[in-house]
């Protein structure tokens, strides 16, 4: 078992996050290149949700099964935890909250990851991963912010 975490801050409010961070399309968006999504909900993410996909890394490799499942949900306290696993994962546990910080917000994430030998090189993924996450939020939040 391995467990990565990582804090990201935003110059937004914690509410514009949450928002982004939780939605399927944002989602969808802020993984590509790395990864692309088939079959992925629209909406935001809600407790009870179990989310079957099929994904591929870089676009390029076959399409594999992964399942997703919203354990917890508060957008109250703007938290959320998931239990996911497929394409070589049996377990990927991911826990994220935003939280006000300064004049904007931040993310605290952690991912408890459980793949067997590929554990070390699953937990190197999600830093990658979730590092490039962190860009394409930004990137969203920061067009959200563009006068039309």
């Known amino acids: 078992m391995a467990r990565v975490a990582f804090t990201h801050r935003y110059a937004a409010h914690p509410d514009a996050v949450w928002e982004i961070a939780t939605d399927y399309d944002a989602l969808a ?6 990864v692309r999504f ?4 629209v909406g935001q993410v809600s ?11 870089f676009g390029l490799l076959p399409p594999e099964a992964y ?8 957008p109250v306290a703007r938290r959320f935890r998931s239990r ?10 991911h826990d994220l909250h935003v ?12 991912v408890e990851i459980e793949a067997g030998w590929k554990t070390p090189l ?8 979730y590092r490039h996450r962190h860009r394409g939020r930004t990137q969203l939040l920061q067009e959200e912010r563009v006068p039309e």
Do not use: H
């Open 99 to 110: 939280l006000p910080d300064g004049r904007g917000s931040r993310i605290e994430e952690s």
């Open 84 to 93: 996911e696993f497929g394409a070589g994962v049996r377990d990927w546990v």
């Open 122 to 129: 699953a937990a190197q993924w999600a830093r990658i991963l």
């Open 29 to 34: 968006q802020v993984c590509a290149p790395l």
């Open 47 to 57: 407790a009870g949700q179990v989310i079957e996909v099929r994904v591929r890394l």
């Open 38 to 41: 088939e079959g992925l909900p």
């Open 67 to 74: 399942r997703m499942e919203v354990v917890a949900c508060d």
